[in-house]
Each structure stands twice: as C-alpha cells, then as structure tokens.
C-alpha cells in the first residue's frame, strides 16, 4: 500500500497569502493518477486537481500542482475566504487506493 | 447535470448490517465506475473499493474484505454498499464517487452509526 503523508498538519495563514501543501509518497506515483481535494465542513470532497497539474471543471486558477514520482505540491496562490478548509491528496494508480492525512488551512 | 443521490442516515447496532444506496443520474450509468469512501468523524477519508459498473467487478480494501459487498443495478443506475458484522468503528460518513479523474463527482455521504 502506498502512503501518503501530508505536510503540514495544519497551516494559518491571512488571506491573500501564499499557500504551499505537500505530499510525499511512501513509493513512486505515476503523475498521471495524483489528485488534490479540497474539504469543508459537513460537505463531501471536492476534486481540485487531477493528473498532478490539471485542475478540475470549474476550479480557479489560483489553485496549481506540481511534482512527480514521490514528491507532489498544491499551491494556492493567493487565498481567498473560502478556501479555508481541509484539503486532501491522492493516488489512484495503485490499489488500494490512498488518501493522505490532510492539510488544515486556517485563518491566522 | 451529473448527480450522485445517497440513501439517508441510519443507526445501526453492533453485529447488524447496512447497505447504503447511491443512485447516478446525468451520465451513462456504464461509462464509469463508482468508488466508496468512508469518513469517521473527525478523521480523514479512506478508501473501500470500487465496482466495474458494467461488469461488476469488484475490488476492496483489504481491511473490510469479508464483510463488504459492492452491487450494481442498472436499470436504475443504482450503486449500492453493504457492510456487514458492524463494529463501533464503523461509524462514518459514507460517500460514492464517481470513477474519473480519482473521483470528479461525490455523494452527499451518508451517516451510518453504530451504537448499542
């Protein structure tokens, strides 16, 4: 099974700031099966990026991924009032497939 | 407009079972699978499995193997999750999520506890 560790548990930040979130993966991941949700509260999870780098129907641009083999990040660009909330990796190239912990973006 | 409509809250005793629907509207029912994935409160998402619409092939993680089972029906476009032997840790929020891209369109979830 391949882990997924997300850094940093938690990251306070204003808005309009900068965000960066990682996810590092216990093996290599194909970049074609990596995604990025987003989570908030009561609210099931929202695809925000796919295929590593490609956002999904209807997401800002303010929202980006990168990386390759274990190393993978989003970055938020600028943060805007709803973004705050809890976001989520995962790799469906492999089964099972894996979430990681997650990333809580609060308001600092 | 795609659509995933879950079946609602249920309260279950530990030892019973539950099967929790997921029915999929906007879209050819066979052109995708459907995934399960479960939330405990206050933790993060973990993977069930996954059922081959048009087959019905299934894959499960290996935690729950032997106690879950992943249908299908077609003439509905239903998917359904049965969970059986209910132990106090399986009290979660159950979503399905369409196979595309991980999973594009998700369920509201459904709220199964499991209390004495």
């Known amino acids: 099974e391949i882990v997924l560790t997300q850094s940093p548990a938690t990251l306070s930040l204003s808005p309009g700031e900068r965000a960066t979130l990682s996810c590092r993966a216990s093996q290599s991941v194909g970049s074609s099966y990596f995604a990025w949700y987003q989570q908030k509260s009561g609210q099931a999870p929202r695809l925000l990026i796919y295929?590593?780098?490609n956002r999904a129907s209807g997401i800002p641009d303010r929202f980006s991924g990168s990386g390759s083999g274990t190393d993978f990040t989003l970055t938020i660009s600028r943060l805007e009032p709803e973004d705050f909330a809890v976001y989520y990796c995962q790799q469906y190239g492999y089964s099972p497939l894996t979430f990681g912990g997650g990333t809580k973006v609060e308001i600092k | 407009q795609v659509h995933l409509e879950q079946s609602g809250t249920e309260l279950k005793k530990p030892g019973a079972s539950v099967k929790v629907s997921c029915k999929t509207s906007?879209?050819?029912?066979?052109?995708?699978?459907i995934h399960w994935v479960r939330q405990a409160p206050g933790q993060g998402l973990e993977w069930m499995g996954w059922?081959?619409?048009?087959?019905?092939?299934?894959k499960y993680a290996q935690r729950i193997q032997g106690r879950v089972t992943m249908t299908t029906d077609a003439s509905t476009g239903t998917a359904y999750m049965e969970l059986r032997n209910l132990r106090s840790d399986d009290t979660a929020v159950y979503y399905c999520a369409r196979d595309a891209e991980g999973g594009d369109y998700w369920g509201r979830g459904t709220l199964v506890t499991v209390s004495s």
């Open positions: 906007g879209y050819p029912f066979f052109n995708y699978n």
């Open positions: 059922i081959h619409t048009y087959n019905g092939d299934t």
């Open positions: 295929a590593t780098s």
